[in-house]
């Protein structure tokens, strides 16, 4: 009986956890529900409907909102799954007595950071930012809108999404040192 290569299976697994098709197909929904909403949107304001604009914009920016979360949400499924496996990697190699598995400690945050270059001006790989805005989409309802009394884990992705904000200029960190961006996104719930 032929012997089964556990670490080729492994890696082929890893594989498949990021067929690129796969991945799309599951995003189309969100896409097709956010153009849709910014049609109304653009629409709306290209006529200037001031009642729109005061009384139906806030919802459909939240609409959008809530549509990106869940698309983040089904990006942090894929990268799950790829942990996951790379996790599993490293438990064969140690339970082979092989070599360890040398691209990255064990930790989701080190697997989501390897082989990846940061994004410009941020420490944060474009997985990690995915993961952490996935994580802040699902408990943002959990968190004390003072940033800086967050638990560690809390504490981390909003790092991650400080860093990313502040790359894109739509952070700023005021004189009086309070924490703009929590109170902005709590406001906007």
Known sequence: MASIN????????????FDEQTIR??????????????????RAMIQNDEAYQDFLLDDDLN??????????????????AAVSRVKAL????????????KTSTESKRNILAAAAAPLAGTPYTQMQVIDAFAN???HRD???PRWSKLDKQSAYTASVIRATWLQAR?????????DELGQRLIRRR
């Not at 197909?25 to 653009?42: C, E, R």
């Not at 990106?68 to 949400?73: E, Q, S, T, V, Y």
């Not at 739509?170 to 309070?178: E, F, I, N």
């Open 25 to 42: 197909s599951s995003l189309a929904p969100f896409t097709q529900a956010i153009g849709h909403v910014k049609s109304v949107i653009d």
């Open 90 to 101: 490293h438990e064969l190699t140690r339970s082979q007595g092989r070599v360890p598995f």
């Open 142 to 144: 959990e968190w004390d």
């Open 136 to 138: 802040y989409f699902k």
């Open 63 to 80: 609409l959008i909102e809530n549509h990106l979360g869940c698309a983040f949400i089904t990006c942090q499924v894929f990268l799950t």
């Open 170 to 178: 739509l952070y700023r960190q005021p004189a009086d040192g309070s």
């Open 6 to 17: 556990l670490y080729a299976l492994s890696l082929s697994r890893l594989d498949r956890a």
